[in-house]
Nanobody, 115 residues
Framework: DVQLQASGGGLVQPGGSLRLSCAAS????????MSWLRQAPGKGLETVAD???????AYVDSVKGRFTISRDKSGNTSYLQMNSLMPEDTAVYYC?????????WGQGTLVTVSS
């Protein structure tokens, strides 16, 4: 089966860190761009970070300098390292693989930033 399995969410205090993981199976991971998106309570879906299959990355302004997206070239996993977390980072985070019209979504993982 083609699937993405996201994990690593949880409750963290402001200023803390979390690392999200997204494990791919059933497709050629190295040929796909990977993205992390999030949906905060009452808001729309927002693309947080992208990493192309050549390693180029892009971030939404609100997370630049705090979040780092990466991918394990030898494996089938993408990561989102989140540092200096703020309450406004609270959201359900999703990973997504894309190659042209081919899109694969992972299930969401909840990140709550609260004291």
């Amino acid at each position: 089966d083609v699937q993405l399995q996201a994990s690593g969410g949880g409750l963290v205090q402001p200023g803390g860190s979390l690392r999200l993981s997204c494990a791919a199976s059933g497709f050629r991971f190295s040929s796909y761009a990977m993205s992390w998106l999030r949906q905060a309570p009452g808001k729309g879906l927002e693309t947080v970070a992208d990493i192309m299959n050549d390693g180029r990355t892009a971030y939404v302004d609100s997370v630049k300098g705090r979040f780092t997206i990466s991918r394990d070239k030898s494996g089938n996993t993408s990561y989102l390292q989140m540092n200096s977390l703020m309450p406004e980072d609270t959201a359900v985070y999703y990973c997504r693989a894309s190659q042209g019209y081919r899109i694969v979504w992972g299930q969401g993982t909840l990140v709550t930033v609260s004291s």
